[in-house]
């Protein structure tokens, strides 16, 4: 069974780089047919899909975020990860990695979610 | 950005009802969209893949269907379990969008 579990700070100022990693067991993630992915949550709203990282390496961002965000990958501890630069309160949110896999074109496994708060 | 809208916001209903939610996507995504369940304080979990096909697992009572811009997801018979917020993805066109969600209430 894969699992996900996001790991960084829960506190950021505003201004700094968020960033967290994810990392996966019960499979490996330099393997193809999965896209590694980010999502975020911010208080009690909707989802909104970051983006996400193929195991060679091509990234795919949502364009309202794209010139903020790096994901990227580090296969030999089996992590992915999320940076976001220059945050401010609105980055406030519950941020879930998750595996987005191909042959059903879903997110079929997540993190648990990792609450960031951007504050100083 | 596709966007998708998703109604009702919110809905009570009784143990045993039917419940219906509609998805609707502001261009045509054929039958490219998901649905998640998510409970308070836990990620959300896939239930409904291509529009119709039932995720491994997944009670039957859970059912999708739709094409084009109109989506329906149908509980057919609610559960106390079954409470939680529900939303729909589209995957035709990057980026990925989600629906605001339908949170289901016990009445």
């Known amino acids: 069974q894969v699992q996900l579990q996001e790991s960084g700070p829960g506190l950021v100022k505003p201004s700094q780089t968020l960033s967290l990693t994810c990392t996966v067991s019960?499979?490996?993630?330099?393997?193809?047919?999965?896209?590694w992915s980010w999502i975020r949550q911010h208080p009690g709203k909707g989802l909104e899909w970051i983006g996400y990282?193929?195991?060679?390496?091509?990234?795919y961002y949502n364009p309202s975020l794209k010139s903020l965000v790096t994901i990227s990958l580090d296969t030999s501890a089996n992590q992915f990860s999320l940076r976001l630069n220059s945050v401010t309160a609105a980055d406030t949110a519950v941020y879930y990695c998750?595996?987005?896999?191909?042959?059903?074109?879903?997110?079929?496994?997540w993190g648990q979610g990792s609450l960031v708060t951007v504050s100083s | 950005d596709i966007q998708m809208t998703q109604s009702p916001s919110s809905l009570s209903a009784s143990v045993g009802d039917r419940v219906t939610i509609t998805c609707q996507a502001s261009?045509?995504?054929?039958?490219?969209l998901n649905w998640y369940q998510q409970k308070p304080g836990k990620a959300p979990k896939v239930l409904i893949y291509?529009?119709?096909s039932l995720e491994t697992g997944v009670p039957p009572r859970f059912s999708g269907s739709g094409s084009g811009t109109d989506f329906t997801f149908t509980i057919s018979s609610l559960q106390p379990e079954d409470i939680a917020t529900y939303y729909c993805?589209?995957?035709?066109?990057?980026?990925?969008?989600f629906g605001g969600g339908t949170k289901v209430e016990i009445k």
């Open positions: 993805q589209q995957y035709d066109n990057l980026p990925l969008t």
């Open positions: 019960g499979g490996s993630i330099n393997s193809g047919g999965y896209y």
């Open positions: 261009q045509d995504i054929t039958t490219y």
């Open positions: 998750a595996r987005f896999v191909m042959a059903t074109n879903s997110f079929d496994f």
């Open positions: 990282i193929y195991y060679y390496g091509s990234t």
């Open positions: 291509g529009a119709s």
